[in-house]
């Protein structure tokens, strides 16, 4: 396709479903195994829906985790997904080195600093202590042509790289060839890294007959290991309405907000311990005002706050060519009690100084 039907489709390359069949055929995982699951360019989130899929067929436990820049995929990306950021990939904050499994299509075109995308999105997906856990799998979806561009990371930072092209059916179309490798904690050895960049480079500039098509039976496996953890952070720069009303509602503080609100005698105190000497009364107007103590007190409520007063007054000074008259302000914060009370013959609103 043309540079231009390439720009006018954002670089989507959407995976068809018969060669993510095949990619999948690739990939093996252990029985109960919780997998962490990251598609950074998420698309409509079909892909990752149907390795999800794949995965607990074998009996994995999955999570999956996309992002998507275009609106209208990414709404529909999060009816197939566990959790979508909508928005760019660099933008994205996440809990890294969790995520076990990576599939990896990005766009296909030249980025703004002279470089391919798609090595772009490589380098900063797959960078040191980022995203990929060590050990993890990435299936890597590129044209031919771009792995030249891509060897030497891919050459640093993975082991065991094997490279298949798509089948007959849909190579035409866009040359695609997938990159299987294992996420290395350290660097290849040099010599090693020179071998395998040379290899990939040979590979980028050759046609399809030097790759074997993703249907080729040679019985290579990669195992997807167990996520190192949970995924307690993933979003994106741009506020979500529902993450925001998810987080309101569990916040620590309505339980904080319930436990002040109930009668001293079923309240939870443990997290209000005693204080070593008793409180005098300052000290006691202070944590009224400040919402540790009052609340529903049975037949009255108690409600602490603090209130700007500001004092006025005049002074008049002496001057040799008449009076002076100054006018003064003084601002102060005055702690203040009101009790609403409901108590038989004392009902009404009583304000404490």
């Known amino acids: 396709m043309a540079r231009m039907a390439s720009q006018a489709k954002g670089g989507y390359y959407p995976t068809p479903p018969a060669e993510m069949a095949l990619v999948l ?3 093996t ?4 195994s919780k997998v962490n699951m990251l598609d950074p360019c998420a698309g409509e989130g079909t892909a990752l829906k149907q390795a999800a899929d794949y995965f607990k067929s074998l009996g994995a436990e999955v999570k999956t985790y996309g992002v998507e820049l275009e609106e209208t995929r990414a709404e529909l990306a999060k009816e197939k997904l566990d959790r979508v950021v909508k928005g760019g990939y660099e933008n994205l ?16 075109d030249w980025a703004r600093n ?3 995308m798609e090595l772009n999105f490589l380098r900063d997906l797959t960078a040191p202590g980022k995203y990929l856990q060590p050990g993890g799998v990435l299936g890597f979806c590129i044209p031919q042509y771009v792995l030249k561009d891509c060897a030497q990371i891919l050459a640093f930072r ?10 007959d059916d849909n190579y ?7 990159v299987f490798g294992h996420r290395m904690a350290k660097k290849n050895d040099p010599d090693r890294v020179r071998e395998i960049k040379e290899y990939l480079i040979k590979l980028g500039t050759k046609g399809p007959d030097v790759l074997p098509p993703l249907d080729f039976e040679d019985e290579i496996s990669f195992e997807v290991p167990e996520s190192a953890g949970e995924v307690n952070l993933f979003r994106g720069s741009i506020l979500d309405p529902e993450e925001i009303a998810r987080d309101i509602e569990n916040a620590p ?8 609100l109930m009668p001293p005698n079923v309240r939870d105190t443990a997290k209000l311990k005693s204080p070593v000497l008793p409180l005098k009364p300052t000290h006691m107007a202070t944590a009224i005002a400040a919402g540790a103590v009052g609340g529903n007190m049975t037949d009255h409520i108690l409600v602490g706050l603090t209130a700007k007063k500001v004092d006025k007054s005049t002074q008049f000074e002496e001057k ?6 100054r006018h003064i302000s003084v601002e102060k914060y005055v702690t203040k009690v009101r009790i609403f009370s409901c108590h038989p013959g004392k009902e009404g609103v009583y304000t404490l100084e």
């Open 114 to 116: 002279g470089q391919r």
């Open 158 to 167: 993975f082991d065991k790289l094997t490279v298949y092209r798509f089948t």
């Open 25 to 27: 055929n690739r990939l």
């Open 253 to 260: 503080g309505w339980q904080d907000f319930e436990n002040l």
């Open 172 to 178: 035409s179309n866009f040359k695609q060839v997938v």
């Open 29 to 32: 995982v252990k029985n109960g």
């Open 93 to 108: 904050r996440a809990s890294n080195e969790v995520f076990s499994f990576i599939w990896l299509n990005p766009p296909y």
């Open 320 to 325: 040799d060519n008449g009076t002076l008259e």
